[in-house]
């Protein structure tokens, strides 16, 4: 034990001659006992001759302090708790445009949630989750998530393509970038391209020409969409 220790010390007050020998601090009578304090030479000569009680003062002072403030301190640590989880959990998850709720991309979403009773965790960090939300619906003009408090919000913009019916002009659909074909819908016109197909740029994707017997063709305006995952590179400078 460190020297520099000083103990707070109970005894009988029958012991009072033998405390007057020694160096002793802050003596008192306290419920027919005498309370002091004193340094680890006197509390160990003490100790060895008569009946001692005895803590280390830092000690003494700790516990004292727990005791005074104990449910003030449980009170405080269970509302940083509530906060942090509170700031961490996901009691809610929420399409911010109710007309794109989409049972298959929440129960997509339910492998990164981990669930321990009513709460939900992500497994996951929310760049890594958005990432691959939108290689898998890549049908989607946006597909997101955000967390705000406990909720967990799902942010969906659908293409909506609303060619001109009454457009005269006749034509076809080309790629405007390079990329591989995930997903098409033709209303008008033939498609000339498959899923998983790679196509170059200024390829023909849907083609307003329909042909008939006798190798003629009939010509109207296409009308469709095709959707390709692009891949492009952007330098910036800092």
Same mark, same amino acid.
């Given at each position: 034990?460190?020297?520099?220790?000083?103990?707070?010390?109970? @005894?009988?007050?029958?012991?009072?001659?033998?405390?007057?020998?020694?160096?002793?601090?802050?003596?008192?009578?306290?419920?027919?006992?005498?309370?002091?304090?004193?340094?680890?030479?006197?509390?160990?000569?003490?100790?060895?001759?008569?009946?001692?009680?005895?803590?280390?003062?830092?000690?003494?002072?700790?516990?004292?302090?727990?005791?005074?403030?104990?449910? @003030?301190?449980?009170?405080?640590?269970?509302?940083?708790?509530?906060?942090?989880?509170?700031?961490?959990?996901? @009691?809610?998850?929420?399409?911010?445009?109710?007309?794109?709720?989409?049972?298959?991309?929440?129960?997509?979403?339910?492998?990164?949630?981990?669930?321990?009773?009513?709460?939900?965790?992500?497994?996951?960090?929310?760049?890594?989750?958005?990432?691959?939300?939108?290689?898998?619906?890549?049908?989607?003009?946006?597909?997101?998530?955000?967390?705000?408090?406990?909720?967990?919000?799902?942010?969906?913009?659908?293409?909506? @393509?609303?060619?001109?019916?009454?457009?005269?002009?006749?034509?076809?659909?080309?790629?405007?970038?390079?990329?591989?074909?995930?997903?098409?819908?033709?209303?008008?016109?033939?498609?000339?391209?498959?899923?998983?197909?790679?196509?170059?740029?200024?390829?023909?994707?849907?083609?307003?020409?329909?042909?008939?017997?006798?190798?003629?063709?009939?010509?109207?305006?296409?009308?469709?969409?095709?959707?390709?995952?692009?891949?492009?590179?952007?330098?910036?400078?800092?």
């Amino acid at each position: 034990m460190n020297k520099l220790n000083r103990y707070l010390c109970n @005894t009988d007050k029958s012991n009072l001659e033998t405390l007057s020998k020694y160096n002793i601090r802050n003596l008192k009578v306290i419920d027919g006992e005498l309370e002091f304090e004193c340094g680890i030479e006197v509390y160990q000569a003490l100790n060895n001759l008569i009946n001692i009680d005895a803590i280390e003062i830092g000690r003494s002072k700790i516990i004292t302090f727990l005791k005074k403030y104990f449910i @003030t301190l449980i009170g405080i640590l269970l509302i940083i708790f509530a906060l942090i989880n509170l700031n961490s959990s996901i @009691t809610h998850i929420v399409f911010s445009d109710p007309d794109t709720e989409n049972q298959e991309v929440l129960d997509y979403l339910d492998k990164y949630l981990k669930k321990v009773g009513p709460f939900s965790y992500l497994n996951d960090n929310l760049s890594n989750i958005n990432l691959d939300l939108r290689k898998t619906f890549y049908h989607y003009e946006w597909i997101g998530i955000r967390k705000n408090g406990s909720y967990l919000y799902l942010d969906i913009k659908e293409i909506k @393509t609303q060619p001109r019916d009454d457009d005269p002009r006749i034509g076809s659909y080309y790629a405007s970038h390079q990329g591989i074909v995930k997903r098409y819908h033709v209303e008008k016109g033939i498609i000339l391209v498959q899923e998983e197909q790679y196509v170059d740029k200024g390829e023909m994707l849907i083609s307003g020409a329909i042909p008939k017997l006798g190798g003629e063709f009939d010509y109207l305006r296409a009308k469709g969409y095709v959707i390709a995952e692009v891949l492009q590179y952007k330098e910036f400078r800092i």
